[in-house]
């Protein structure tokens, strides 16, 4: 079942503002049934289904992801912040009643991120959570696929932007680029391209309806 909540913040700048948040996890064998695509489609999906405000209806970007406690699994966060009077007024009539929630700690520091740094900080910030994210969508691919646990490295996609930030003279990188391409090719001549996709699923510039597996229908895939 997937938990929604809503926190007040005070952002860097002064800020008051809401931070909505849809969480689900799945344990190792829900993860190999349904896939990862599928978990970060419903996290989304109830966020903006739940929330009344402009902020939360049109967010369909990245999800946050951390190892499910207790096991092999997935914790997958869908969050979006809004300053809409409405929403302030409910976080703040909630916590005033109940006081500040405990275990939004995480949501409250993703928060404070958003809003600090300039517009190529950001950039950089967004990059490298949806790096930690295709490294989690890829652990769980080489579960399952041989291709994906030949051609890649384990961790290749965030060790490849810190390589590029702090490159070590006479080390060659992985090339991250290079094993797209073998990966894609891969599943392009054995008919599972939604392999590949699920490789960049809850990222911000991820396409939920440009891989599907064969026969699958778009409502299928969501």
């Not at 599943?187 to 911000?204: I, P, Q, V």
Request: net charge negative.
């Amino acid at each position: 079942m997937t938990a929604m909540m809503l926190t007040f913040v005070t952002l860097p700048d002064g800020t008051a503002a809401v931070v909505h948040t849809a969480t689900l996890g799945w344990g190792e064998d829900l993860i190999e049934e349904r896939g990862l695509p599928v978990l970060y489609r419903i996290v989304l999906d109830e966020l903006n289904e739940a929330a009344t405000c402009t902020a939360v209806r049109e967010h369909d970007g990245g999800v946050l992801v951390e190892s499910l406690h207790g096991g092999p699994g997935v914790l997958a966060y869908a969050l979006a912040l809004c300053t809409a009077p409405e929403c302030r007024a409910a976080a703040e009539a909630f916590e005033k009643e109940h006081g500040p929630h405990p275990g939004m700690d995480f949501e409250r520091a993703w928060a404070s991120k958003q809003a600090v740094g300039d517009q190529d900080d950001q950039e950089r910030l967004q990059e490298y959570l949806s790096a930690e994210i295709q490294d989690v969508n890829l652990h769980w691919l080489q579960q399952t696929d041989p291709d994906a646990a030949r051609i890649f490295r384990p961790g290749c996609f965030t060790d490849s932007l810190l390589a590029l930030a702090h490159p070590v003279p006479g080390h060659a990188a992985f090339d991250v680029g290079r094993a797209l391409e073998q990966y894609a090719a891969a599943k392009r001549d054995e008919g599972r391209m939604d392999r590949y996709g699920a490789l960049f699923a809850g990222t911000a510039d991820y396409q939920w309806d440009a891989f599907l597996p064969a026969g699958a229908t778009t409502e299928a895939a969501r």
